[in-house]
């Protein structure tokens, strides 16, 4: 379907009357709508049908980064590249992705499924909550998409033709600034809250961290393993006690499978290090994550693998000891960006007193560090007793 219109944003109003047009709900129904947001790129709207109970979502790209504002201006093409990203890894495990009902490159609007019954998980982990199937559907999500669009499952050209579709240099280049390159360095644009400051020159001056990150940055722009989500966090999953749906895939682009990976456990971790109560159930989440990715990812080896290779002694093996090596890396860059860049995150910012937010984003820099520098040496039960040995010293400290 299309609509013969110039883009336009969306007002609570216009939205209500898009919904009607198509008959997304009933159009005599009173509905209400509500500007619900997203964070820096788009506005989002909810439109209910109170009567019936029955929702609708509409997403609608914004042509600039919201955040900096006019002077910074996106491709709107990046909404249409999003809703075919949804539709693509809805083929593949639909149970955790959100059905998307129409999309308008014009309007560069995806109008999808109403997902309210559900918490965004970071904010559900703030308030102390625990979804116990998010780190195995999030794993299970994770290890479907990275094989079905990946040279193991995809004829050859028909893979470079689906990279084809998904190129995406504008929200790749964000993606290249705010993770690989503005945390790392002082006359780069970063956010150091006071009291940090050593802590930030401490990575700004470490070579060796520096060294590891342009190796890292290199792989992401280089590499093409698969399809990736490209911003998988705990802010991009909605939640329950028995469901999880991952959303928002805008920055959706062929890359390093350990990148996507590695943005969970990172985001993950951050709970790890801000929660006074319940780590145990957030290492056991990090654990979950990669056991099931790993679980998922060679069950599919063994029975969709088309590559000639398959069987050769050791290659499973390599292919998953680089996904993890990689995982670790690219959870150090998201802990430190989160932490010292542009873009932070909640579970840090709103713990109240200063002292132990400051203590806390110390101990993601500390983390970020070591997961960038050792992840050829790490495991997940290394990792965690890290993790553990952190909390523990911090828990001395305030003794």
């Known amino acids: 379907m299309s609509i013969e219109t110039s883009y336009e944003l969306l007002t609570n109003e216009t939205a209500i009357a898009l919904v009607k047009k198509f008959k997304f709900l009933d159009k005599n129904a009173q509905l209400h709508c509500t500007e619900i947001g997203d964070g820096n790129l788009n506005y989002v709207f909810h439109i209910t049908d109170p009567d019936s109970g029955k929702g609708i979502i509409i997403k609608q790209a914004v042509p600039y980064a919201k955040v900096v504002g006019e002077s910074w201006p996106l491709t709107l093409k990046r909404a249409s590249m999003e809703a075919q990203a949804l539709i693509n ?3 593949y495990c639909p149970e955790y992705v959100p059905k998307v009902y129409y999309s308008d490159e014009r309007l560069a609007i995806t109008v999808m499924e109403d997902l309210s019954h559900l918490t965004i998980a970071r904010a559900g982990f703030i308030e102390g909550q625990d979804y116990p199937l998010i780190s195995r559907h999030v794993g ?6 990275s094989f079905y669009t990946s040279d193991f499952y995809l004829d050859p050209s028909v893979k470079k033709e689906v990279s084809r ?19 790392f360095f002082s006359h780069t644009p970063t956010d150091v809250e006071n009291g940090l400051e050593e802590a930030a020159q401490a990575i700004w001056n470490d070579e060796n961290l520096k060294l590891e990150v342009a190796i890292l940055k290199k792989q992401f722009s280089s590499e093409q393993e698969a399809l990736l989500h ?3 966090h705990t ?6 006690e028995t469901e999880s749906k991952v959303i928002d895939p805008e920055f959706v682009c062929y890359g390093p499978v350990g990148f996507d990976l590695g943005l969970f456990i990172g985001n993950l971790t951050f709970q790890a290090i801000s929660r006074k109560n319940g780590k145990e159930k957030i290492y056991k989440h990090i654990q979950t994550f990669w056991s099931a990715f790993e679980k998922t990812y060679s069950d599919l080896w063994q029975t969709e693998n088309n590559e000639e290779f398959r069987t050769a002694a050791g290659y499973l093996d390599y292919i998953l000891k680089k996904f993890k090596e990689d995982a670790f890396g690219y959870a150090g860059c998201e802990l430190i960006r989160r932490t010292i860049g542009l873009s932070h995150v909640a579970d840090l910012e709103e713990i109240e007193d200063q ?9 993601a820099l500390t983390i970020g560090s070591l997961l960038i520098k050792k992840r050829k040496q790490l495991d997940f039960k290394t990792f965690i007793t890290e993790l553990q040995d952190l909390a523990e010293e911090k828990n001395s400290v305030r003794v």
Request: hydrophobic share 35%; net charge negative; with cysteine.
């Open 89 to 91: 890894f809805g083929s």
């Open 140 to 145: 299970e999500y994770a290890a479907r998409t």
């Open 165 to 183: 579709t998904f190129t995406n240099p504008e929200l790749c280049k964000i993606t290249e600034s705010y993770v690989f390159t503005d945390p």
């Open 230 to 232: 490209g911003d998988l």
């Open 235 to 240: 802010g991009s999953v909605f939640a329950s």
């Open 355 to 363: 002292k132990e937010r400051i203590a806390a984003k110390e101990n």
